[in-house]
């Protein structure tokens, strides 16, 4: 079962969340993050967001930024010593937003009207804690900038490590240089405690205006037999804003799934064809 990002779970009926998330002024968020990022982010299991608060918790205890660092810290730290994601087993996206991304997002509340900064109600998605925090991946840059230039559309259930390896893979066979490139992943830059709750109609405008802007769309291919996300609903969803709003379509794989693949097709085509 997907969570957070999904769209069957969006209620058809009038909410209160539903009439504060309008698609006229909500827009699509826009920040994407760097390589460098996911693949810490992959290698570590986020813990390495905990060393980043750490640090700025450090700097000073008369910072307002420091003060909800430190705070931000100890409920990481304990939401993380009960859920902390096992890397010797599979490590799934869906796995990352469980055990990472909603214990560190959800009791994090910016109200910045000057220079306050206050903790309380889920609010922000981990793209916005990621900006008000200023965190930086393992190469010095900035984790999330805006806006994004890549959009990645994949399944819930792949494999992190495999799904940041088909991402770097791309890059390489593009040539694309590695610090330009700014991945807009759902997990990340969506709102993972609240985006069940946006109207639907949102889904087809303003989302589909972020993919028309992003302008790339990679589709990241978990098996090449039989791909999981080309059974996922809203994975078809995102192919269909790609082609409709003009945007480029792009593939990509595991290097080992690529090389089944390619010999797949050099030793029996018909493999391939079914």
């Known amino acids: 079962m997907e969570v957070g990002f999904n769209p069957r779970t969006l209620s058809s009926g009038s909410t209160s ?32 967001v905990e060393k980043h608060l750490r640090t700025l918790s450090e700097g000073g205890s008369g910072s307002l930024l ?12 304990r939401s993380s010593s009960t859920d902390c994601p096992n890397l010797s087993e ?10 990472v991304i909603k214990p560190h997002t959800q009791r994090f509340r910016c109200t910045h009207s000057g220079s306050s900064l206050a903790l309380g109600s889920p609010d922000l998605s981990y793209a916005q804690v990621a900006q008000l925090t200023s965190l930086k991946d393992s190469r010095g840059n900035l984790a999330f900038v805006e806006p994004a230039n890549l959009f990645v559309s994949h399944a819930w259930k792949a494999d992190f490590k495999h799904f940041v390896s088909a991402l770097l893979l791309w890059l390489q066979k593009k040539n694309y240089p590695m610090d330009e490139a700014y991945f807009w992943v759902d997990a990340f830059v969506i709102n993972q405690n609240s985006s069940a709750s946006f109207p639907q109609k949102w889904w ?21 037999q039989e791909p999981e996300c080309l059974r996922r609903a809203w994975v078809l ?8 709003s003009g945007a480029k379509l792009e593939l ?15 030793g029996s085509f018909e493999v391939v064809q079914n």
């Not at 969803?237 to 409709?244: A, F, G, Q, R």
């Not at 990509?252 to 050099?266: C, K, V």
């Open 237 to 244: 969803w995102e192919i269909y804003c790609t082609i409709v």
């Open 204 to 224: 087809s405008t303003r989302f589909m205006q972020g993919i028309q802007q992003i302008g790339t769309t990679i589709l990241v291919l978990d098996h090449w």
């Open 66 to 77: 420091s003060r909800a660092a430190a705070q931000l810290q100890r409920i990481f730290k």
């Open 90 to 99: 599979s490590f799934t996206i869906a796995d990352a937003c469980n055990s």
């Open 17 to 48: 969340t539903e009439a504060s998330i309008d698609e006229k002024t909500f827009p699509c968020p826009m920040a994407g993050c760097t390589y460098a990022f996911l693949d810490e982010f992959a290698r570590t299991g986020g813990s390495s």
């Open 252 to 266: 990509t794989m595991h290097p080992n799934t690529l090389e089944e693949f390619e010999g797949a097709i050099g």
